[in-house]
């Protein structure tokens, strides 16, 4: 780590005089020596020598292998959408530089929600493979690959464009830190969060594994009132020198489960006792483990009677596969497979039941998705003794990166995951979802009724054949407007807004839509997010005023089309006839 900080100080300097410098070759050169050397010592350097990768293609947009690198290295870190712009000069000096440089633009723009583009260029590199079937190199991408991603980017257009009332937040550098923190778990008053990280401060084992990462420790945090705490290392008794990691927390905080290296990937348990200290961890019991294969997350009842876990044992559909598992006689039965409503042939990983004992969460590649994990939810019919078809939680709760192990709150309100966020502390981070409404039902309800508002919203000429207008509403549709980059709702808003609360409280019979929007400053993803933030913020203003969640909906759009950048910032107020909907 020291000569990280070394050259963390030359870059510095050498930062000093890239801006007295435009054009200089041999400034890019020197450049391009000191990131070659960071980049060859560590992984945990990899920031530094990205951001001096950098330094050296803005220092000469000709040179190509730092334009290269500094690309290459977006896209294996964070803000992946930020490698386009290198590769697209790579591409316009050198089209031949890199055989898959219109594959690894499409991973770029795909990263960076501009999937109309991501498949252009996927459909470029088809191209060059067809023209040139006997290529061999390494950087070959297979043509399986390709239409996978082709395939993510159609899902994530539909499945992006569905409404939304979620809110990411990070749940802040007391938890965090600059490395990888992942898998939260929760007790169920949500006062102790234990998560994994691969974080030097506190860990059990000063050196790095193979990766240039350090060993994975369990960490905890606890929480009085909205802050939490400091997160600290939970203890030697469950942390050893090498990896070790969380899967679940019982609902009462004393029963933590762990995965462990041995027999290949088995579950432990570790029980805390009235002095807050955590025993040693011990198999779980019966037939759980397998013999020679993995098992890699859980979810035990409140009661402790069933559980669900994640393993590739031979029998399943394909990769891991989800399985349940009845107490009986207090032994673990023989496990059973969820089935091919919720199991595909690729991977399933992270289930959790909601309170309701009908719901579950879980990740997948399999299903529609963005891309890699996606967080899921199906509900158990007891009637037709069926799951329904998986539902994908939409963005921005899923991304194009993994989205795994999602944790709701007992009241639905809330959950917590981990993911890489453009305004993440470093690698992963731990964040909390905020949804309003019950997760899984109303969403459901929700994204129903959405679908079907492109014609059932009331217009000015309706509410005055209906008797329903009121001189505090002249029109069926306000535009709320937000400076830039702002997700506050303006004072000069709120009168209006709470005579439309007003309004609606007095017929039952009508509900909210709000779609929301932004300039085209910035890039997509970012849009997408402030959007989805700004929907957000005129939904909680409504829900201040009494108006009942499952009478709204709320969704970001990105940029609006063809809007300018004063209008651009704001969202639209709807007002729906719900009688509608009714069925």
Not at 294 to 304: C, F
């Amino acid at each position: 780590m020291k000569s990280c900080f070394k050259i963390f100080f030359v870059l510095v300097l050498i930062h000093i005089t890239t801006c007295l410098v435009a054009q200089d070759p041999e400034l890019s050169k020197i450049y391009m020596e000191q990131a070659d050397q960071v980049y060859a010592e560590a992984k945990d350097a990899i920031e530094i020598a990205k951001d001096i990768y950098v330094q050296s293609a803005e220092a000469d947009t000709m040179n190509i292998r730092a334009n290269y690198m500094a690309g290459k290295l977006y896209l294996e870190t964070v803000n992946r959408d930020y490698s386009t712009k290198y590769f697209e000069r790579v591409k316009r000096l050198d089209p031949k530089y890199r055989f898959n440089i219109d594959y690894l633009l499409g991973r770029g723009y795909q990263y960076g929600l501009e999937f109309e583009k991501a498949i252009m260029h996927f459909n470029l590199y088809k191209n060059r493979l067809v023209a040139n079937k006997s290529y061999r190199g390494g950087d070959k991408t297979s043509v399986y690959d390709v239409n996978d991603r082709i395939e993510e980017c159609q899902n994530a257009k539909e499945i992006i464009g569905m409404p939304s009332s979620y809110t990411i937040e990070n749940v802040g550098d007391d938890v965090n830190s600059t490395w990888p923190d992942y898998a939260p778990v929760l007790n169920e008053d949500e006062t102790v969060m234990i998560f994994t990280s691969r974080r030097q401060e506190g860990n059990t084992n000063e050196n790095v594994d193979k990766d240039n990462f350090y060993f994975e420790d369990i960490y905890i945090s606890k929480r009085k009132g909205v802050t939490w705490s400091k997160s600290k290392n939970i203890g030697q008794n469950i942390n050893t020198l090498y990896h070790d990691s969380n899967l679940f927390l019982s609902s009462d905080g004393k029963v933590l489960y762990i995965y462990s290296d041995e027999g290949n990937g088995d579950i432990y348990y570790s029980t805390e006792n009235a002095a807050e200290e955590w025993s040693k961890p011990v198999p779980l019991e019966g037939r759980i483990n397998s013999n020679g294969f993995a098992e890699q997350s859980i979810w035990v009842s409140e009661d402790g009677e069933f559980m669900m876990f994640a393993s590739n044992r031979p029998g399943g559909y394909g990769g891991f596969d989800i399985y349940g598992c009845y107490l009986e006689d207090g032994q673990w039965k023989r496990p059973f497979n969820m089935g091919p409503e919720i199991n595909t042939k690729q991977d399933e990983d992270g289930p959790y039941m909601a309170k309701d004992g009908l719901t579950v969460y879980f990740s997948s590649k399999g299903h529609k998705g963005f891309g890699g994990f996606d967080v899921f939810t199906t509900k158990y019919d007891p009637k037709s003794e069926k799951w329904t078809k998986p539902e994908n939680l939409g963005y921005p709760v899923n991304t194009v990166d993994d989205e795994v192990y999602f944790h709701p709150t007992s009241d639905g309100e809330r959950g917590y995951l981990a993911s890489v966020r453009e305004e993440g502390l470093g690698f992963t981070d731990i964040y909390m979802v905020k949804h309003v409404g019950d997760l899984g039902i109303t969403a459901r309800e929700r994204i129903a009724k959405l679908k079907k508002t492109k014609n059932e919203f009331i217009t000015d000429e309706q509410l005055e054949t209906k008797k329903l207008i009121d001189s505090v509403l002249s029109i069926s549709a306000y535009q709320v407007y937000f400076e830039v980059n702002s997700t506050d709702v303006l004072e000069r808003h709120e009168p209006k807004l709470k005579d439309m609360s007003t309004f609606i409280k007095a017929h039952n019979n009508l509900g909210i839509q709000i779609s929301a929007f932004a300039s085209s400053d910035g890039n997509p993803r970012y849009n997408y997010e402030l959007s989805n933030k700004r929907a957000q913020a005129v939904l909680d203003f409504f829900l201040t005023q009494g108006i009942e969640a499952d009478r709204m909906a709320a969704r970001g759009f990105g940029v609006l089309s063809g809007g300018t950048e004063d209008k651009s910032r704001k969202a639209e107020v709807k007002i729906l006839d719900l009688s509608k909907f009714d069925e």
